[in-house]
């Protein structure tokens, strides 16, 4: 993705290179092109309608983690864990 970033911008440039005959034109143009670059990464970017910024966000983090949730095991609703039987067990 970075890397077609990287070439559109370069093929932009070449193109406007073309077009202007003066630096102060080209530095326009270069700057047009990022803006609409910055637009477009940040159209992709903006999170799906119902969802707030804050939970995309903690979603994100959540799924960049390494070590799992910590769980209570004496909530209500969970099983007690139980020691390994002399037999096994049927579930």
């Known amino acids: 993705m970075v890397g077609m ?29 990022l803006l609409v670059t910055l637009l477009a990464v940040r159209l992709v970017a903006v999170p799906a309608a119902g969802v707030s910024r804050a939970a995309c966000a903690l979603r994100a983090r959540a799924r960049s983690r390494r070590v799992p949730r910590q769980v209570d095991p004496d909530a209500p609703g969970r099983p007690r864990p139980r020691a390994p039987g002399l037999r096994p067990s049927a579930a």
């Open 5 to 33: 970033l990287l070439g559109w911008w370069a093929a932009a440039l070449a193109g406007l290179t073309v077009f202007v005959d003066h630096p102060s034109g080209l530095l326009a143009g270069a700057a047009l092109v």
